[in-house]
């Protein structure tokens, strides 16, 4: 490189320095709220129950907000009501894109179970009330004023940042991350991924840990089919279908599956025990032991059911059918298993040994042809993205720490890993001891702490804003 073009790059590097070296990190956050909530709220109160969906609703409140201040969109739709949004910022190019996701299609209702409209977005007591509020549309609302602030600010990006709103995350995933991955994959490829699955706990109002889910589970729904002769209900038969299909299923809820530990689990629960009390923290420690092992399994099959789950491939009897009138045998009865498998489980091995626990030839396993998401190998620790996520959890809540964790349900971040994305979950503040109070994701009265909308959009921006902007250029003041 000769003399003259060394100095014409190094007077364009002082010019953007000069250009930029206003910019700061820091937001005034407490003037940025009120617009944030009326976002939040907005979102919730547009019904995207799924089916049928209408996403494109969503869309069609969020590309104006974001094209009036300059933020390029594209719309991808499979079905013209089903669309998706993808805005971008545009960096320079020195380092791969970071998307931030949410999905803006909700699950049903039944209002009669509703002490609130669940598309009301009713504020009451430090809570916002409704459909979506946690699933998924505080992700949509953080990602949504990020991208705004990214541009009000100036921020000088060394990276695109691409803000996806998708359809069909709730079980149809063809009008969405599916298709966006297998039709319009140039638009959103990227190195990182922020979107939903993990979350912040809090317990007694103190902050412990950040879980930052770094791989999940994978659905693999499953069916036992039981098989016998027909006849009359007078005339009891002992190859009775109902009856072999309900000892069938008596032995597979009896059956505790293997455990197993994986390199996000084993650091989970060695970070997990250092901030719990001496009992709990023994059991973390102890759970791999062959002599301790077994009791403290049972212990979380009792009372830490996610500690139970995301040890193992685990098997949930969801749905039975059989018979059609009371005085007839049926030829034939079935059951649905949600099975949620380990990443790296070999299926036709388990398949195998649930046939040899079950053995009865008479009943049939019969796997779903496809997993409705990929496996995928799990996103790493040390790249910069998690380090950026610890270093958030640190700034703003100091005495606590960060957990990488496993999902046990599903998110639209499998489908993102398994294009070799390194893509993480996050999630609100939620208090440890009301989680099963009700009001959590799908539940009834559905709803989100106010304060934990603003802290988790206040996270993700930190945590952007450190992988995606110049370091010459970044203050945290």
Same mark, same amino acid.
């Given at each position: 490189m000769g003399a003259c073009v060394r100095a014409a790059l190094l007077c364009l590097g002082l010019l953007a320095l000069c250009e930029a070296g206003t910019w700061r990190r820091a937001i005034d956050w407490p003037q940025i709220e009120p617009e944030l909530l009326g976002y939040f709220r907005a979102l919730v109160q547009i019904d995207t129950t799924n089916p049928p969906g209408n996403e494109t609703r969503v869309v069609n409140y969020l590309r104006p907000i974001l094209e009036r201040e300059g933020?390029?969109?594209?719309v991808f739709a499979l079905e013209k009501s089903r669309a998706n949004l993808v805005a971008r910022l545009k960096g320079n190019g020195s380092k791969r894109p970071v998307i931030i996701m949410g999905h803006t299609d909700v699950v049903g209702v039944d209002r009669a179970r509703w002490k609130f409209d669940p598309f009301g977005?009713?504020?009451r007591? $430090?809570? *916002?009330?409704?459909? $979506?509020? *946690?699933?998924?549309?505080?992700h949509v609302a953080a990602g949504l004023m990020t991208m705004l602030l990214l541009k009000r600010t100036g921020a000088p990006l060394d990276r695109d940042v691409i803000f996806i709103a998708e359809a069909g995350e709730e079980g149809t995933t063809k009008f969405g991350i599916d298709y966006l991955v297998a039709e319009h994959w140039d638009e959103i490829a990227a190195e990182y991924a922020l979107a939903e699955g993990g979350e912040?706990?809090?317990?007694?109002?103190?902050?412990?840990y950040s879980e930052i889910t770094t791989t999940e589970k994978v659905v693999r729904r499953t069916r036992l089919i039981a098989h016998g002769m027909a006849g009359h209900g007078s005339q009891p038969r002992l190859d009775n279908a109902i009856t072999h299909l309900a000892a069938a299923l008596v032995k597979v809820t009896q059956w505790q599956t293997p455990a197993r530990l994986n390199e996000t689990t084993r650091i989970y629960f060695q970070r997990l025990a250092r901030i719990s009390p001496p009992e709990e923290a023994w059991r973390y420690q102890h759970l791999a032991d062959a002599d301790k092992g077994p009791a403290i399994q049972r212990y979380f099959a009792e009372h830490e059911l996610e500690h139970y789950s995301i040890l193992r491939t685990s098997i949930s009897p969801t749905v039975i059918r059989g018979g059609f009138r009371n005085n007839v045998i049926p030829s034939e009865a079935e059951a649905e298993l949600d099975i949620r498998a380990l990443p790296d489980e070999d299926m036709p091995r388990f398949y195998a040994q649930l046939r040899r626990v079950i053995d009865d030839p008479s009943i049939e396993v019969a796997p779903s042809a496809d997993a409705l998401r990929p496996a995928a190998p799990a996103s790493r620790l040390d790249t910069d993205m998690f380090h950026a996520l610890e270093h958030a959890q640190q700034r703003m809540w100091p005495g606590a720490i960060t957990l990488p964790a496993m999902v046990t349900g599903a998110?639209?971040?499998?489908?993102?890993r398994a294009k070799g994305v390194q893509a993480y979950g996050f999630g609100p503040v939620v208090d440890e001891q009301g989680r099963d109070g009700g009001g959590g994701p799908h539940s009834d009265d559905e709803r989100l702490r106010e304060s934990s909308l603003y802290e988790m959009t206040r996270f993700l921006w930190s945590a952007v804003t450190e992988v995606a902007v110049s370091p010459m250029l970044t203050s945290t003041k």
């Open positions: 933020i390029s969109c594209q977005a009713t504020l007591e $430090g809570f *916002v009330i409704g459909r $979506g509020t *946690v699933d998924d549309k505080s912040t706990a809090a317990r007694n109002g103190t902050v412990r998110t639209d971040l499998a489908q993102l």
